[in-house]
């Protein structure tokens, strides 16, 4: 009988999604001791540096509102700088969150309950430090409700024409659905984290947020309906939202920028640099946190073969531009490539091949794949790259169809400033995400784990422990 279960179960052998064999209590004491600390000293150290990068930002932005856009490099013809830049890459690294929550829900791949939360987290952080630069990249900032369906003069949804609005929209719709996402998700946890707490403020707190989970069946029911139907609306947006962002250039009649290979190359880029910000934010809490027998070696490796998948395409999709304005015969698609990669902006070009085509045909290779420190540092330089992307893109502005007005786009402090405090303002809110609320999924993982299984008990009786075998064939 135990030889009949062994041949039905195609996961015999493989090594446990969670190390250890932990109980359900053991999980619940390793998730929640970082909420649970009274003293942290590192925590403490870590958030009030991001909070002065989150300063840098907000000085920034009361310069920029008081004197204006001109105290950004941009200028005659580069009308487009750094702040649109910034904008895509944050909207970017925010995809990989949708798609390790959702598609891989759908898909019943149990090994995304390690990481999940911890993506959708940084994808609403992200999603907010996107939002941030369409607001403050129109120059007129008193005329933003412009952007939004208000009843005024002009009539209703005024410039709908205008793919500024269309990311309002995609953008907006977006982070409300990936925050309803993953509030969901975190309901039983907080449930749990009410049951501990030893503080009334505390206890009354995760109370508010737990929606009065008691666990029965019918919350269970209810939940479980609730997860599958915000995944299924989350699982287009992967594929909308970033499409949407791509249309900023693509309707342009510029060349360069107006293909009709930006949707899926954008697609493939955004999920491309948001795997590796999850690589780069997971590998060093997994070590602080004490959490390396729940995201394991397994978990880092599987989210370097999308990273390996994912930057394949992006290589493609560099090539296949190439090749499309070679055989478009038109001088002005050929000479804007050309100068990408071998005018002003050529040392841009280069690093964004290095890092973007380069670096992840490094993950072909299981030892690289399973080494941490290989995997944080080439992470690193995934977004490096993607940041990087973005910026060529845009620079082909400098070149235009007068040669007369041809220019070197140079960025100042406040471009420079304004990345930097973007940044502050995603650590500011990961360090506050880390100490309040649990980075696993503890209901989750708890559901994955052998105990979960209502045979458990008798299977463990009759079966010789495989976790050393199943560990050793990884």
């Known amino acids: 009988m135990v030889a009949k279960n062994d041949a039905l179960d195609p996961l015999a052998g493989r090594a446990p999604l969670v190390l250890d064999n932990p109980s359900f209590k053991d999980i619940t004491d390793a998730v929640l001791a970082p909420t649970e600390r009274s003293s942290y000293r590192g925590w403490w150290v870590g958030f009030l540096v991001a909070v002065m990068f989150l300063g840098v930002l907000l000085v920034s932005i009361a310069w920029l509102f008081w004197e204006g856009t001109g105290i950004w490099g941009i200028n005659n013809p580069v009308g487009w ?261 071998f005018g002003d902006y050529a040392w841009a070009y280069w690093i964004m091949v290095s890092c973007n085509v380069i670096t992840p045909q490094f993950f072909w290779f299981k030892k690289l794949r399973r080494n941490v420190t290989v995997l944080f540092i080439l992470s690193i330089f995934v977004n490096i790259g993607m940041w990087f992307e973005r910026f060529v893109i845009t620079m082909s502005l400098h070149a235009d169809f007068l040669p007369s007005s041809w220019d070197y786009f140079t960025p100042t402090f406040w471009d420079i400033s304004t990345l930097l405090g973007s940044f502050g303002l995603f650590f500011t809110l990961f360090f506050l995400f880390v100490r309040w609320v649990p980075m696993i999924a503890m209901a989750e993982i708890k559901a994955v784990l052998p105990q979960a299984d209502p045979h458990y008990d008798e299977h463990h009786a009759t079966t010789p422990d495989k976790t050393e075998e199943a560990v050793a064939h990884g």
Not at 91 to 107: D, K, N, P
Not at 211 to 218: A, D, E, Q, T, V
Not at 248 to 267: E, N, Q, R, S
Not at 319 to 329: I, L, N, T
């Open 81 to 341: 700088g750094w702040a649109i830049v910034n904008f895509v890459f944050w909207v970017g690294i925010g995809h990989a969150g949708t798609l390790i929550s959702a598609v891989l829900f759908l898909f019943r791949q149990k090994w995304r309950t390690s990481i999940n939360r911890f993506s959708e987290a940084m994808t609403i952080f992200a999603v907010i430090c996107a939002l941030i630069f369409p607001g403050i990249h129109v120059g007129r900032v008193w005329a933003v409700y412009w952007m939004f369906p208000v009843p005024n003069q002009m009539g209703t949804w005024p410039n709908f024409m205008s793919p500024l609005l269309w990311d309002v929209f995609a953008v907006s719709t977006y982070f409300t659905v990936s925050l309803m996402f993953w509030y969901v998700g975190l309901i039983p946890d907080f449930a749990t984290m009410r049951d501990r707490a030893l503080t009334k403020g505390r206890r009354l707190a995760y109370a508010i947020f737990a929606l009065g989970w008691r666990g029965s069946m019918r919350h269970w029911l209810n939940y479980e309906k609730a997860y599958l139907l915000l995944a299924a609306i989350a699982t287009p947006l992967v594929l909308s939202v970033h499409s949407v962002v791509s249309f900023d250039f693509a309707v342009a009649t510029l060349p360069g920028w107006h293909t009709t290979i930006f949707p899926p190359y954008f697609v493939a880029g955004a999920i491309f640099s948001g795997f590796a910000m999850v690589l780069t934010l997971a590998i060093p809490a997994r070590k602080i946190f004490k959490l390396e027998h729940i995201i394991h070696e397994k978990h880092l490796e599987n989210m370097a073969k999308v990273i390996l998948l994912t930057g394949s395409l992006v290589g493609y999709a560099y090539a296949m531009e190439f090749f499309v304005a070679w055989y478009s015969g038109n001088p002005y698609e050929q000479f804007t490539f050309v100068n990408r990669a």
